[in-house]
C-alpha cells in the first residue's frame, strides 16, 4: 500500500465507502446474503492489493507518509463497518426474541435535616402573663353574653305569661291571684328597663325561678285538662271488653273456665269502680285546683288491668292426648268385652247341662266345681289379656271371643 500511485488509492476508498445499514426488520435471509457478498468483496479487494503490491514496488519511496496518512482514515472506515456489522446483528437477534430491555431504576434516599432560626420569640414570663389577659378577656366577655340572654329570658317570659293569664289559662288562676301576679309582672318589667343594665346574671334567673313558680303549675294544670278525656275513654274501652269477653262463646276460648273467666271480670269490675270513683272527684274541682285524677294514674291502671287479663285470655289450648294414652284406653275397652263374653258363655254351659240330664251325682259336683272353674278362668283371661295382648282371645268353650 505504500508503494501505490495516488489514483488507485482514491478508487480504493470510493470502493471501502460505508454501505447503508440495513434495516432492522428485514428477514433473515437478506442478512445471510448480505455476509456472502460481503465475504466477496473482501476476497476480490485480497487480489486487488496484491496487484497493487507488485505494482508498487517500482515507485520510489519518497511518497511513504503521503500513504501513511491516507490508510489511518481507511482503517477507522474498516473497523466502523466492521462494528455497524456486529451491532446490526444484535439488533436482529433482540427483534427476533420480541424483548426490549429495560433500564434500571435506583431509588435513592437521604434524611434532611431542617433547621430554622426564630427571631423576635417571647420570653416564658412575658408568654405567660399576655396568656393570662387574654384568658381574662375570654371569661369576660362570656359573663356578658350569659348576662345579656339571662336579661332577654326573663323579659320573654314576663311578656308570654301576661299573655296566658288574660288569654287561655284564665281560667287555671284565682282572680285574686291574677290580680297580684300582673301587678308583679308590671314591677319586674319596670326594674328590667329600669336596672337591667347594671344587674348582673344571678339577679335575672333569681326574679325568672320566681314568676316560673307561678306560671309552671298553670301549664301542668291546663296540660292534664286537656288530655285527661281521652285517655279516660280508652280505659273505658279495655273495661267494657273484658267484661263482654266473659259472656263469649267463641271456639277460641272453650278452653277457659269459668274460674279463670271469674277473675277477669273480678278485675274490669275493680277498674270500672276505681275510675267512676275518681272521675266524681274530679269533677267536684275547678280548673285552678290540683287535679285529683292525674293521667299517670290511668296510665298506670291501663296497663295492670291488660297485664292482668290478658295472661288468663291468651292462655294456650291444651295438647292433644298422646297415641300412647289412646292404645290404653282402647285395650281396656276390650278387656270390658271379653268379660262380658265369658259371663254369656258360662251361662249357656248351665243351659246345656241342665237340658241333657244327667245323674244327680254329675250335677250336684258340676254345681260345686262351677264356681272354682269360673274363678280359674276369670284369672286365666285377666292375665292373658295382660302378657299375650296379641294372641287370639278364647271364651270357655275354646271358642274365639269377637
Not at 349 to 378: H, I, Y
Amino acid at each position: 500500500l505504500l508503494d501505490w500511485p495516488k489514483a488507485s488509492l482514491i478508487e480504493y476508498v470510493k470502493r471501502e465507502e460505508p454501505k447503508e445499514e440495513p434495516k432492522k426488520e428485514e428477514p433473515k435471509k437478506e442478512d445471510a446474503a448480505k455476509k456472502e457478498d460481503g465475504d466477496k468483496d473482501k476476497a476480490k479487494d485480497k487480489d486487488n492489493d496484491a496487484e497493487m503490491k507488485d505494482k508498487s514496488e517500482e515507485k520510489p519511496k519518497e511518497d511513504e507518509p503521503k500513504k501513511d496518512s491516507e490508510e489511518k482514515p481507511k482503517k477507522e472506515e474498516e473497523s466502523k463497518t466492521d462494528d455497524k456489522m456486529e451491532v446490526d446483528e444484535d439488533d436482529d437477534e433482540a427483534n427476533k426474541d420480541g424483548k426490549k430491555k429495560k433500564k434500571d431504576k435506583k431509588k435513592i434516599t437521604r434524611d434532611l435535616i431542617i433547621t430554622g432560626n426564630f427571631f423576635n420569640e417571647l420570653k416564658a414570663d412575658a408568654f405567660n402573663k399576655m396568656f393570662e389577659i387574654e384568658a381574662n378577656l375570654i371569661n369576660v366577655d362570656r359573663i356578658v353574653h350569659e348576662t345579656d340572654e339571662a336579661k332577654n329570658d326573663l323579659e320573654t317570659y314576663i311578656y308570654g305569661l301576661r299573655d296566658k293569664i288574660d288569654g287561655d289559662q284564665r281560667e287555671y288562676i284565682k282572680d285574686s291571684d291574677r290580680e297580684t301576679l300582673s301587678t308583679t309582672l308590671t314591677e319586674m318589667e319596670d326594674w328590667v328597663y329600669d336596672e337591667g343594665d347594671k344587674a348582673n346574671k344571678t339577679q335575672f334567673l333569681e326574679r325568672l325561678k320566681q314568676l316560673k313558680d307561678i306560671g309552671d303549675p298553670m301549664d301542668y294544670k291546663q296540660w292534664e285538662f286537656e288530655h285527661r278525656q281521652q285517655r279516660v275513654t280508652n280505659f273505658k274501652k279495655l273495661i267494657f271488653k273484658y267484661q263482654q269477653w266473659v259472656t263469649t262463646n267463641d271456639e277460641k276460648y272453650i278452653h277457659i273456665g269459668e274460674g279463670q273467666r271469674k277473675e277477669v271480670k273480678k278485675y274490669a269490675d275493680d277498674a270500672d269502680a276505681w275510675l267512676t270513683n275518681q272521675q266524681i272527684k274530679q269533677d267536684r274541682l275547678k280548673k285552678y285546683e290540683t287535679p285529683s285524677l292525674k293521667c299517670k294514674d290511668i296510665d298506670n291502671q291501663y296497663r295492670s288491668l291488660y297485664d292482668n287479663c290478658n295472661k288468663i285470655v291468651n292462655t294456650p289450648k291444651p295438647k292433644p292426648k298422646p297415641k300412647e294414652e289412646e292404645k290404653k284406653d282402647g285395650d281396656k275397652d276390650k278387656k270390658d268385652e271379653t268379660t262380658a263374653a265369658n259371663g254369656d258363655a258360662k251361662d249357656k254351659k248351665e243351659e246345656n247341662s241342665n237340658d241333657n240330664g244327667g245323674d244327680a251325682e254329675m250335677t250336684d259336683k258340676s254345681k260345686e266345681e262351677e264356681p272354682k272353674k269360673d274363678a280359674e278362668q276369670d284369672k286365666a283371661a285377666d292375665t292373658s289379656n295382660d302378657d299375650n295382648k296379641d294372641k287370639p282371645k278364647t271364651g270357655v268353650d275354646g271358642m274365639d271371643v269377637e
